[in-house]
């Protein structure tokens, strides 16, 4: 196993805190507070829009119900002002005849008064329903104002996380190309075999890395052997000062 420099071994350490802090800017992107509020405000102007939708076929069929009860009103109205008129204009003389006919008006005005009652009530359901939709459409114009303001602070936040990661890169890199090719070699393995952190360091008898306490003896092995090893626990490699 080649034997590294105090210098290569703390630059190593170096390196694994810059991939942490770049692990971390990542995560901190995509877990944005202002993109889940995004999310959640987008999901609330979905729901709203499906509402009114619902509504607003009912409200056809509201309307479609008034309409025809206003043409049945106004049949039975126009019934009624014949009738009514047969009894004036003199085409009736027969006493029994005029009370038949008084008769079929005063049904007839009970029709369209029941009518009436109905055409109101029609008129309400349909005056409640535009209300709702109107409701909801104030909530849905709310709801996309906070969506834009967000989308606003999501774009500044994640720009900055990118500044941040664009620099913390560079730094990568520039770190990367000072250590031995060897060393980048094992320390890439075992990215690649825990997907994080890589390297620790033996702080009295921890890894840093795992965070597991050493046996006395495995510290004093440790001690004795080279200043880069593995670590007895996580098998990251494990930085042990002189
Ligand atoms: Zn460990």
């Known amino acids: 196993m080649a034997e590294y420099t105090p ?40 729901e709203i829009v499906r509402q009114q939708d619902d509504l607003r076929l009912d409200l056809d069929k509201a309307s479609a119900e008034q ?20 009894l004036y204009d ?10 038949s006919v008084e008769a079929e008006v005063e049904s007839t005005n009970r029709r369209i008064s029941e009518q009436e009652d109905l055409l109101l009530e029609s008129l309400e359901q349909v005056e409640g329903l535009e209300a709702r939709i109107a409701a909801l459409e104030a909530e849905a114009t709310a709801e996309r104002e ?9 774009d500044e936040a994640a720009q900055s996380i990118l500044a941040e990661l664009a620099e913390a890169g560079v730094l990568r890199d520039q770190q990367a190309a000072e250590l031995p090719d060897d060393l980048m070699e094992r320390y890439d393995a075992v990215v690649r075999r825990t997907g994080g952190v890589a ?19 495995d510290v004093g092995d440790l001690l004795a052997g080279p200043p880069l090893t593995t670590c007895p626990e996580c098998r990251r490699l494990l930085v042990v000062p002189a």
């Open 67 to 86: 309409r025809q009860l206003e043409r049945e009103t106004d049949v039975l109205t126009e019934r009624r002002d014949a009738e009514r008129l047969r």
């Open 7 to 46: 210098e290569q071994l703390d630059l190593l350490l170096a390196l694994q805190d810059t991939d942490s802090r770049i692990r971390r800017l990542e995560h901190q992107r995509e877990t944005l507070p202002e993109q889940q509020q995004l999310e959640q405000a987008e999901a609330r102007i979905d």
């Open 199 to 217: 390297v620790g360091l033996l702080e009295s008898n921890t890894c840093t890395a795992c965070r597991i306490g050493l046996s006395m003896a």
């Open 146 to 154: 906070r969506a834009a303001e967000l989308t606003v602070a999501r």
């Open 90 to 99: 003199g085409t009736v003389t027969n006493a029994r005849e005029m009370k």
